[in-house]
Structure formats: structure tokens, C-alpha cells
């Protein structure tokens, strides 16, 4: 299979595309594993279904279905990572009463692997958000926010290796550019980084210094915009060694993954999930021989 070229079968609710085969050196993994990853984005405290009041998505969402859901695949599949892409907090009274202490706890009983900061997950403030995190059980991951000194210092990490039927997935999170997007008061110290040179420079220590077989990236910068702003697409054009970019911030329903080159013209995968935890995005990764990567099929499948 032509690597430089993406079979476009996708549809949303479930379909089947085939990727081209991933080729790198440090590729460890051995021939006919697979792995599953799951993953969420900017669900917004929605923690129950949309009201059943003939609104475009009534009776869909809530907590309780996606946790049904994960549970049956994780039944079905053997090796299942499970990540969010960020926005967890505000938008439903759940968070006006608990500032995000019922969401913590939910993603750590459904057993999420990791997440990423979003900007809303400030708006609590920088001591709140480390609060909740003492709820959680998964890392949350930032490559491009600086948190030294803040109350986030032992709390927030750049990346996270994962050994999945002995497959090694390196995943490190991106954030968007804070300021005048949330008042400085509520993220405190925290130092934004330019997101493209952060993801290079993880994405190459993961590959190249931890053996990685795939690295995804956790984005919250924003699926695609017409200035100069940096998104998914500008990040996966101007990256190396990053395999998988699942994104957030922009609310973006994809029909299907999108292909894009990197630098050095092989695919960067990216996929978004919409918002309110109505999709859950779903990629099962074929381990081949001599460290390929390949025979995807992906779904964003209703909750």
C-alpha cells in the first residue's frame, strides 16, 4: 500500500478506512498486535443526555452511554487506550455547583488512560483545576504549557508512554494559546509554548529516545483555522515523528480522519469527536512486520 496515500471509506457512525502502512525503526512492536484507541474531546460537563425536547440532539449523550459503550469494546478488544482532548469542564450546572470534581471522578471510573488542558478547564481558576485533579486516576498531559511554580507543578506532565500487549504508545498533549482566550488571573503562571516546536521536540524523544511505536498527540489547539493561528492541520504539515493527532477546542464533527503530510511527506492522521461527548472517535491500529503500521479502520460512533 502506497503510504503517501489514505483510503478515504470512513463515514460517521462506523465505516472502515485502510491507512497506508506507517514505517520507523523504532517500531518494537511485534507483528499482529492491535490497538484500540478511544477518545473524547470538549465534552463540557455534559454528564447526562441532551433533554428529551426536540432539540437536533435530544435523548443522545450522557455519561452513562459512553461508559457502555468503552466497557463493550474494551470487552471485545484486548488492548484499549482511552484519551480526552480537553474542554472537560464547563458548560452544564454540574460544573457551576462542583467546578468539575463529578467529572474527575467519572473519567476515572470509565478508566481514561489520559487527557490534555483545555482553555475551559481554567475557568475555575489554576488552584481549582489542581484540586479536581486530585480525583483523577489518569494523567493529564501538557508538552507546551509551562506550569513551574503554579499549583499544577507536580500535577501536569508532558507525555506519558504506555505498554499495551507490547505495544509502546507515546502520548503528550498540546494546548492552545491562553492569553486573551481566558483571563490571566485563571491560569496564573503558566507559560504558553509555541505548540510546533514542543511537538517536535516530544514527538522525537518519544520516537527516537523511548522506542515508541506509534506517538499521538492530545491537541487542544483547534481542528483547522483561516489565519495564521496554529491548528492541527498547520502542526501535522510542519511535524516529524508524530503519528495520530486528536483533537479538540473547535467543536469539529469529521466525517471521517483527515490525512495530512509532514516535512517529510508521510501521513499525519488527525480526528476530532465533535463536542459534548456525543461521538466517541474510535482507530484500531494493525502492528505489521518490520515495524509497519497499518490497515486502520476508524469510526466516530454515536452515544
Known amino acids: 500500500m502506497n503510504r503517501r496515500f489514505f483510503i478515504r471509506q470512513a463515514a460517521l457512525g462506523g465505516g472502515l478506512m485502510l491507512l497506508p502502512t ?20 470538549d465534552w463540557h460537563s455534559q454528564i447526562d443526555p441532551f433533554p428529551d425536547n426536540g432539540g437536533r440532539n435530544a435523548n443522545q449523550g450522557g455519561v452513562l452511554r459512553r ?3 468503552i466497557e463493550r469494546i474494551r470487552r471485545a478488544e484486548p488492548n484499549v487506550l482511552l484519551l480526552d482532548s480537553g474542554d472537560i469542564f464547563q458548560g452544564t450546572p454540574y460544573f ?3 467546578l468539575g470534581e463529578p467529572e474527575m471522578k467519572l473519567m476515572s471510573q470509565m478508566g481514561y488512560d489520559a487527557a490534555t488542558i483545555g482553555n475551559h478547564d481554567f475557568d475555575g481558576g489554576i488552584e481549582n483545576l489542581a484540586t479536581q485533579l486530585s480525583h483523577a486516576s ?3 498531559l501538557s508538552a507546551n504549557y509551562d506550569v513551574t511554580g503554579t499549583p499544577l507543578a507536580e500535577l501536569v506532565a508532558p507525555y506519558r508512554v504506555f505498554e499495551k500487549g507490547g505495544i509502546r504508545v507515546g502520548v503528550f498533549g498540546l494546548g492552545i494559546e491562553l492569553d486573551g482566550l481566558v483571563p490571566p488571573d485563571l491560569y496564573g503562571k503558566t507559560t504558553y509554548q509555541d505548540p510546533v516546536e514542543r511537538g517536535n ?3 522525537r524523544h518519544l520516537r527516537s529516545r523511548l522506542k515508541c511505536d506509534l506517538v499521538v498527540c492530545l491537541s487542544h489547539l483547534g481542528y483547522r483555522y483561516r489565519d495564521a493561528k496554529v491548528d492541527d492541520v498547520k502542526l501535522a504539515a510542519a511535524s516529524r515523528d508524530i503519528d495520530l493527532i486528536l483533537g479538540g477546542h473547535t467543536h469539529t464533527f469529521l466525517d471521517q480522519p483527515t490525512e495530512v503530510a ?13 463536542f459534548a461527548g456525543l461521538r466517541l472517535g474510535r482507530l484500531d491500529i494493525q502492528f505489521g512486520a518490520k515495524g509497519g503500521r497499518g490497515c486502520v479502520s476508524c469510526s466516530n ?3
Do not use: C, K, S, Y
Open 22 to 41: 506507517w514505517a520507523t525503526a523504532a517500531a518494537t512492536a511485534r507483528p499482529g498486535r492491535r490497538l484500540t484507541i478511544l477518545h473524547t474531546n
Open 262 to 274: 509532514n516535512v517529510d511527506g508521510d501521513p499525519v492522521i488527525i480526528n476530532q469527536a465533535g
Open 201 to 203: 521536540e516530544t514527538a
Open 138 to 140: 489518569f494523567p493529564m
Open 96 to 98: 457551576n455547583f462542583f
Open 67 to 69: 461508559a457502555t459503550l
Open 301 to 303: 460512533l454515536r452515544v
